[in-house]
């Protein structure tokens, strides 16, 4: 019998998961944990700027990290999967819930909704799409080598030098940037409403952080295929 009733309800996780607020907590909580990735991830980055040697050095360490209780590379495979969960998460909760909230949309409510809100809505679904896509195709450039003009595993300096000397990259990786700029700013703001962080005294904080995030980061990892491309970084 206690068995049945148990077997009978869904799991807390399950319910969690099922409901509008489980997913937008859901979409808050991974975007904050790749928004953290995105900055060590893009300091990282700016470690180009001080030579072959120092750069090429730090992707060493990375490979290096929980050493000696994770054997070389563990740290850096669990990263990995852990990211891709997330990205995963965050995708699947944001279409669910466009889906929803269509199917709850009254078909004879016809007005059309205010610009900032549909242009915010536009720009997070079509930004999202545009990185879902350089995810992948900067998977294949820089980790694995197999769309990088020189692609030699150990040369990491080298490989992103031969990258943005292509023009199509440089395009490529530009308009995903400014997706990701977009993205963070929408995002932020839509995260700290969901996990309860706005209130009318901290509301202009929040959007002027969320502002400075998305600048940070959009230049931030914009100077590197600039510096690239006017000889600074060679």
Not at 22 to 48: C, D
Not at 154 to 180: K, Q, T
Request: glycine share 8%; with cysteine; hydrophobic share 50%.
């Amino acid at each position: 019998m206690a068995l049945a009733t148990r077997t009978a309800h869904p799991s807390a996780l399950r319910t969690l998961w099922g409901s509008t607020v489980g997913k937008k907590t859901v979409m808050a909580g991974t975007g904050v944990l790749m928004l953290l990735f995105l900055v060590a991830h893009m300091i990282g980055n700016l470690k180009v700027f001080f030579g072959p040697t120092d750069f090429n050095g730090y992707a060493a360490w990375l490979r290096t990290i929980g050493e000696p209780v994770l054997h070389s590379n563990w740290y850096l495979w669990l990263q990995r999967f852990a990211l891709v969960a997330c990205v995963v998460l965050h995708g699947v909760a944001a279409y669910q819930l466009s889906r929803r909230d269509l199917k709850a949309r009254p078909q004879r409510y016809a007005h059309r909704p205010p610009v900032r809100a549909s242009y915010a809505t536009r720009t997070m679904r079509w930004g999202g799409v545009i990185l879902g896509l350089f995810i992948v195709w900067h998977i294949l450039d820089l980790t694995t080598g197999t769309l990088n003009p020189r692609g030699q595993a150990g040369h990491p300096y080298e490989n992103i030098v031969a990258d943005f000397r292509v023009w199509y990259v440089d395009v490529i990786y530009i308009a995903a940037m400014l997706s990701l700029g977009l993205h963070i700013r929408h995002g932020f703001w839509s995260a700290a409403q969901t996990l309860g962080a706005n209130n009318r005294t901290r509301d202009r904080a929040l959007k002027a952080t969320a502002n400075a995030l998305a600048a940070l980061l959009t230049v931030g990892f914009l100077v590197v295929p600039v510096a690239v491309l006017t000889g600074l970084v060679d």
